[in-house]
């Protein structure tokens, strides 16, 4: 069974920045496109970002250019850097390895002054 738990969230001004971490358990890493998403009060789940397992990346019309994803396969990690952060970024951010069905608890990132 997979499992992910997500950590790094917090609360931070206009314009500053976060590190997400998440860290995955039972599944061969290094295999699966792992992505995050996010959700905002009283809207859908959206994707943020992807990486695959070469290393090639997708993100969001709304975040590109301001937030970088990668990944430590030795670590099981992928992490979400998180520049220039606005208010429309407040949300709970999650990481899901692709075609898994598990979730993690989320962590809360709220952009505020």
């Known amino acids: 069974q997979v499992q992910l738990v997500e950590s790094g969230g917090g609360l931070v001004q206009p314009g500053g920045s976060l590190r997400l971490s998440c860290v995955a358990s039972?599944?061969?890493?290094?295999?699966?496109?792992m992505n995050w998403y996010r959700q905002a009060p009283g809207k859908q789940r959206e994707l943020v970002a992807s990486?695959?397992?070469?290393?090639?990346?997708n993100y969001a019309d709304s975040v590109k250019g301001r937030f970088t994803i990668s990944r430590d396969n030795a670590k099981n990690t992928v992490y979400l850097q998180m520049d220039s952060l606005k208010p429309e970024d407040t949300a709970v951010y999650y990481c899901?390895?692709?075609?898994?069905?598990?979730w993690g608890q989320g962590t809360q990132v709220t952009v505020s002054s």
């Open positions: 990486i695959n397992r070469r290393g090639n990346t």
């Open positions: 039972g599944i061969t890493f290094g295999l699966y496109t």
């Open positions: 899901k390895a692709f075609e898994t069905t598990s």
